[in-house]
């Protein structure tokens, strides 16, 4: 296959504030990317994305950004970013960051601004304000619900007018019918293209437009992020408008630079239409973090995502697990089953084509750490909910890197939020000299990718089998075959012929173990 580097590739997700902590304040930082370089280059990927490290108050973590052209102290500085930026740089590794156009913080200058102006000012027609009906003061401008829980409607201190925020309070959401909101996005893109990035992720790329007149939503107006429900604030059509016009600007600058979307969309002919060749060039498919471990499912998903792409020119993505979602080896089951089922399902994905997403820590099969007290959990999912939905912060323990130490090795302090009991086992260190870790596992598929490259054929053929919880196909380079039941099956048919260049278990007399997936050559 003759392809551009994005059509096909490895990108390893970094959560800066859980990666590595390089000045001992507990939280991960810029310098922690840097150190650990040459970590994510001897596991081969190509490009890492970076979740937001700009100055925020955290309230969300980050994703509420009060300066979109600076770092956040806790993370480093600019010249630390410009130093990160070149050692991934020397190390062939692209770096991806993450741009926040739905909403501000509301610590940002503009809403500042907006704060201290009058309604119908021009700082506050850069968000969305709404007058409060003196008759009806409690009766927000409509039904819309925050996706963190709690109405998506906010007063001012005065209690003159609403604003709105589909996130936290804090996070008020942007007017982008207002011309200097476009222009401000373009330059804090230019701004980020300048200093050498190789790409965006685009966060909430489905919210930026609202329907005309804010119409209320059905049902109570709630609606979940992770989800593929429609609602007027979501997937509106005039959000294309916006990537026709950035897709010029990312053009202008050489070295084959991308956009990738974060689009929750009811369909995926939807998310397709944000890959048109004018548009963007990837767009994260969740369909596999919705779904099962279940074979007819994985087989749906990869017809669906193939179907709907190539009709648009663009390369497919598969993900598991990201800062969001529960990890994967706790949706499948948790233990040894978990994670027997994750390393397959991670072979089934890098057998693919496309671009396969790692978020961190997955390759060290790390988890979902589900029982951490209330008093250390951040995610305003949480707090908004009175702790009716757990939220998010379970998946965002901060990494082990050693088997002792007061984070393992995360950093020479205890880490933001606490690691569990036998995370030291799960560390980098413990994993490193032993073969059939995960680390090591990660370390050999992806390699194995990379070397069966020019030969893949950008697409699968399904082969036969007669077990319906078997699914076996050939890329061009390999024939991947996953057995997504518990019991033994025997693939003799299929290894014929063929040997094995990877495997999750042992295969012996043709048997391929329940829970587990080969790749034969
Ligand atoms: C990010 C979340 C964030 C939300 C609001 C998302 O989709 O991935 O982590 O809370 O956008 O910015």
């Not at 990108?11 to 840097?34: A, C, E, H, W």
Request: net charge negative.
């Amino acid at each position: 296959m003759d392809l551009k580097w994005w059509q096909d590739t490895v990108i390893y997700q970094v959560y800066p504030r859980s990666f590595k902590d390089g000045n001992d304040d507990g939280m991960g930082d810029l310098p922690g990317v840097t150190e650990r370089m040459p970590y994510l280059a001897a596991l081969g990927v190509n490009a890492i994305w970076l979740s937001p490290f700009y100055t925020s108050p955290q309230n969300d973590a980050g994703y509420d950004v009060a300066d979109y052209r600076d770092i956040d102290p806790r993370f480093g500085t600019l010249a630390d970013f410009d130093h990160m930026l070149k050692t991934a740089h020397d190390n062939d590794i692209r770096i991806i960051v993450d741009v926040v156009p739905n909403h501000t913080s509301s610590d940002h200058a503009w809403f500042q601004a907006a704060l201290q102006a009058s309604p119908g000012s021009r700082e506050r027609e850069r968000y969305h304000f709404h007058d409060v009906d003196p008759s009806d003061p409690d009766t927000p401008p409509n039904n819309w619900q925050s996706i963190f829980g709690g109405r998506a409607w906010s007063k001012t201190d005065d209690g003159k007018q609403w604003y709105l925020h589909l996130f936290d309070s804090s996070q008020p959401d942007l007017n982008w019918d207002n011309p200097e909101v476009k222009a401000e996005f373009e330059s804090i893109l230019r701004f980020w293209l300048d200093r050498g990035v190789d790409g965006f992720r685009i966060d909430v790329a489905h919210g930026m437009v609202k329907a005309p007149g804010l119409p209320d939503t059905g049902g109570d107006g709630s609606i979940e992020m992770i989800g593929t429900t429609q609602a007027p604030f979501f997937d509106q059509d005039g959000v294309h408008d916006i990537y026709r016009s950035w897709r010029p600007i990312i053009d202008e600058y050489d070295g084959d630079r991308i956009f990738v979307a974060e689009a929750w969309t009811d369909s995926a002919e939807r998310r397709a239409l944000y890959l048109r060749p004018d548009e963007l060039h990837q767009a994260f498919n969740f369909d596999l973090v919705l779904a099962d471990f279940q074979a007819e499912a994985f087989q749906t998903a990869v017809d669906t995502e193939i179907a709907n792409n190539s009709g648009v020119g663009a390369p497919c993505t598969w993900v598991l697990s990201n800062h969001d979602v529960q990890r994967h080896v706790t949706r499948y089951g948790d233990g040894e089953v978990g994670l027997a089922r994750a390393h397959a399902a991670t072979a089934f994905l890098l057998g693919l084509p496309g671009v396969v997403y790692v978020y961190q820590g997955e390759e060290l099969g790390l988890n979902e750490v589900l029982d951490l007290p209330a008093d250390v959990r951040q995610d305003p999912t949480f707090h908004r909910t009175g702790g009716e939905q757990i939220g998010r912060d379970g998946c965002r323990v901060p990494l082990p890197w050693e088997n002792s130490g007061p984070s393992l090795g995360f950093g020479d302090a205890s880490g933001w939020l606490p690691q569990p009991e036998g995370w030291g086992e799960k560390s980098v260190a413990a994993q490193e000299d032993d073969p059939n870790s995960t680390l090591n596992f990660y370390r050999r598929a992806i390699a194995l990718r990379h070397e069966t490259r020019a030969e893949r054929s950008g697409t699968v053929s399904w082969l036969p089998h007669s077990k319906s919880d078997v699914l076996a196909f050939d890329n061009g380079a390999l024939v991947s075959v996953t057995n997504f039941g518990s019991e033994a099956v025997s693939i003799a048919d299929l290894m014929e012929g063929r040997e094995i260049a990877l495997s999750t278990q042992a295969v012996e007399n043709g048997n391929l173990p329940g829970n587990a997936a080969v790749w034969l050559k």
